[in-house]
């Protein structure tokens, strides 16, 4: 089993939907939680990082972290045809690691 | 301001041959982490340098080594290629004081042969 879950998609969706991305994760010691994009043939871009459990907003993005769970979540309000892209989400440890362990991504798609 | 840069942006290989990508990171940061990506997977954590020196290690053989020089670049060395290790190698840079926001560069697409 891995140690975080996403599911891969594909993903579709019309433009202006709600889209909502989620991870599952197993190590109960993470306690930092990023979600990436990551455009075709691009490397990954930094889109929200929150700390503990909680909701975090950020323009048409809100990240929520449900540590009781494991469950971590990305909502996308109003999605535009440029959000089309693989969103990773990642986490880490406290203290003094710095690894961010990966889930395998989901591929969105944002009809025009 | 320049973000990470990694050079080459792509690279063909042989079998057992030896490769060495580099990465500048971004203004003002410290730290460098190296992670590879296969295709359609999520990155995997190789090392992180800080100070010169590997501060951490993921599951990945000695073939994978490092080195991280006084201006804060950094450069990944893979010995004995494999076809295995066929894929995207990132680059992501941070400072000591925000450990956690790690910033990546576009990567440099390995392939061997």
């Known amino acids: 089993q891995k140690e975080v879950e996403q599911d891969p998609g594909p993903l579709s969706v019309p433009e202006g939907a709600i889209v909502s991305l989620n991870c599952t994760y197993s190590n109960s010691a993470f306690q930092y939680f990023m979600w990436y994009r990551q455009y075709s043939r691009k490397g990954p871009e930094l889109l929200m990082y929150t700390y503990s459990s909680g909701n975090k907003e950020d323009g048409r993005f809100t990240a929520q972290v449900d540590k009781s769970s494991k469950y971590i979540s990305l909502f996308i309000r109003d999605s535009q045809p440029s959000d089309s892209a693989t969103y990773l989400c990642?986490?880490?440890?406290?203290?003094?690691?710095?690894?961010?362990?990966f889930g395998s991504g989901t591929q969105l798609t944002v009809l025009p | 301001d320049a973000g990470v840069t990694q050079s080459p942006t792509h690279l063909i290989k042989t079998r057992g041959q030896q490769v060495t990508l580099r990465c500048s990171p971004k203004?003002?940061?410290?730290?460098v982490s190296w992670y590879q990506q296969a295709l359609g997977q999520g990155p995997q954590f190789i090392f992180q340098y800080y100070e010169e020196e590997e501060r951490q290690r993921g599951n990945f053989p000695d073939r994978f080594s490092g080195h991280q020089f006084p201006n804060y670049s950094s450069e990944l060395n893979v010995n004995a290629l494999l076809l295995g290790d066929s894929a995207l190698y990132l680059c992501?840079?941070?400072?000591?004081?925000?450990?956690?926001?790690?910033?990546f560069g576009p990567g440099t697409r390995l392939t061997v042969l």
């Open positions: 990642a986490m880490s440890l406290s203290g003094s690691a710095r690894q961010l362990t």
């Open positions: 992501a840079s941070g400072t000591s004081g925000r450990p956690n926001e790690q910033f």
């Open positions: 203004s003002g940061h410290d730290t």
